[in-house]
């Protein structure tokens, strides 16, 4: 399907048509900051945002779900899997990147079936960056400031309409209907090329190396001094892993009723940053030091993750750095141990 225009003036209509079928989910203000929640019309959100405080893969994998539920009297187990269709509007170019590593995680080897129920339910309509979220992002170091195909439907601002770029039949769906939306014309190709070139220069390279650099930098800095050196900053708070859009560990427990008939078995959504996360049997505990829980946070964010999937699991979003009460964050650091591998002499602690 060839590119359209959407005219802003014609977003209600559209939200209102999408609401017919669809549950529609887009950036609302709240308290200075954004949230994705549902939304009845295009006064309630903001395509224009800077981020989210949550991302948005709280609706493929939400932050507390029912699994399972059960009744110990009939010995009767049945999957909890439902949600409606939903709308996600206004992903950034990073958050589809988070999206599509959680693709492959999710569907490589013991494939989750609820995080690809909510997948096979929800269509994604991403959002074209055209300037820097907050000080802390750096997705032009990340290689993340442009949206990977697994969009459904891509927006980019011209002004007093979005280029609406189609990417899959779910993301066409979309669109028919609404009696505003027109073909592109030539016209329409010149200001896209023109809002695309003047979108790169905005956006600084916030890395002193290249990201392809980064998997090996980690092999060669296991044994760091800076882990020791972040390990007595962090406060083992989970702020990071809370906000952070590829983060996908979870705790699972089972709630019984008072009859103790029935219940139900959940997970909800665990960090490796905190104290407990890695107790075992016997009360054992494999990464008591906050030092090794930082160390394993970067190294799976930078390394393991492309090691195992082929895509790193860092975005360059920024919300850690912003979320982060003590100041600690991924430019700072990869900085940090560049510096220390190539400039030995001149290395001082990250924040001196």
Request: with cysteine; proline share 6%.
């Amino acid at each position: 399907m060839n590119p359209m225009i959407i005219p802003k003036a014609a977003l209600d209509d559209w939200v209102r048509l999408l609401r017919s079928s669809y549950r529609v989910v887009a950036p609302r203000p709240l308290h200075g900051q954004h949230v994705f929640g549902e939304v009845g019309s295009a006064s309630e959100f903001d395509l224009g945002y800077p981020t989210s405080v949550l991302p948005p893969k709280k609706y493929l994998f939400p932050a507390r779900e029912d699994l399972l539920k059960f009744r110990t009297d009939a010995q009767q187990v049945e999957a909890t899997i439902d949600g409606p269709r939903t709308v996600v509007l206004g992903v950034h170019t990073c958050d589809m990147h988070a999206m599509q590593l959680l693709d492959r995680v999710m569907a490589t080897g013991y494939s989750d079936q609820h995080y690809l129920a909510h997948r096979n339910k929800t269509t994604l309509v991403s959002v074209e960056c055209l300037k820097p979220c907050t000080a802390g992002s750096f997705c032009k170091s990340m290689g993340t400031l442009s949206t990977p195909e697994v969009f459904d439907l891509h927006l980019t601002d011209l002004g007093d309409a979005y280029a609406a770029e189609v990417g899959s039949d779910r993301g066409a769906a979309l669109l028919p209907g609404l009696k505003a939306a027109r073909p592109f014309a030539d016209k329409d190709t010149a200001r896209l090329n023109r809002v695309m070139s003047e979108k790169w220069p905005r956006f600084p390279l916030r890395l002193e190396f290249d990201v392809t650099e980064l998997p090996s930098l980690l092999s060669t800095s296991y044994d760091s001094e800076l882990w020791k050196e972040l390990g007595e900053r962090c406060l083992a708070c989970a702020m990071c892993t809370n906000v952070c859009p590829t983060c996908y560990c979870f705790n699972v427990m089972d709630e019984v009723d008072l009859t103790l008939k029935s219940g139900k078995r959940l997970r909800e959504w665990d960090s490796c940053q905190l104290d407990k996360f890695a107790t075992v049997a016997g009360g054992h505990n494999f990464r008591t030091a906050r030092a090794a829980r930082q160390r394993h946070r970067f190294f799976r964010k930078g390394k393991y993750q492309t090691d195992a999937f082929g895509l790193l699991g860092c975005v360059g979003c920024g919300r850690c750095a912003e979320a982060c009460l003590v100041h600690i964050t991924p430019v700072d650091t990869f900085n940090e141990l560049y510096r220390r591998q190539h400039q030995p002499a001149a290395a001082t602690p990250q924040g001196g």
